[in-house]
């Protein structure tokens, strides 16, 4: 599949899952993350996965050029909604000498999907951890701190 109809197939997820989300009902590692456009000023909401991994939680960029990271990058906080419940939250971007680690440990963690979507869009030239944490200068990592 190549990437534009799989981020085609991905934006319909995304409206179901948001819907879900919204209308309480949390599962998996999805939440709706909430940030202000860096220039339009308005709230914007995405659905993202938040990774528990090495002790900590963990948002990964899917998507070159992916709108969310960034707003992310300009905000000082962002609202993260599980359900019913959301939480201010600091996203403090992993520097990219520490993201191969993070990148190797989701791959190794996670259905073989995972792999797959990272080269699927383009991020990532092989689905393995390996090829993944090699791509760590192409796929922004946040960690999820109290705000």
């Known amino acids: ?25 949390a599962f998996g590692p999805m939440q709706l993350l909430t940030v202000r456009g860096r220039r339009t000023g308005r709230e914007l909401t995405f659905p993202i996965a938040v990774n528990e ?10 998507f070159p050029k992916a709108a ?9 906080t962002v609202t993260l909604t599980r359900g019913r419940k959301a939480a201010t939250a600091r996203l403090v971007e992993v520097p990219v000498t520490d993201r191969g680690p993070l990148l190797r440990e989701l791959v190794e963690t996670s259905p073989a999907s995972v792999g797959r979507r990272f080269v699927t869009t383009g991020l990532a030239e092989h689905a393995t951890p390996e090829g ?16």
């Open 1 to 25: 599949m190549n990437a534009d109809r799989y981020r085609r197939r991905v934006n319909t997820i995304n409206k179901i899952i948001s819907g879900l989300q919204r209308a309480g009902l």
């Open 53 to 62: 991994l090495s002790g900590g939680r963990y948002i990964f960029q899917a």
């Open 68 to 76: 969310w990271v960034a707003n992310v990058r300009a905000a000082d």
């Open 132 to 147: 993944v944490a090699a791509a760590a200068d192409r796929i922004a990592v946040f960690s999820v701190e109290p705000a």
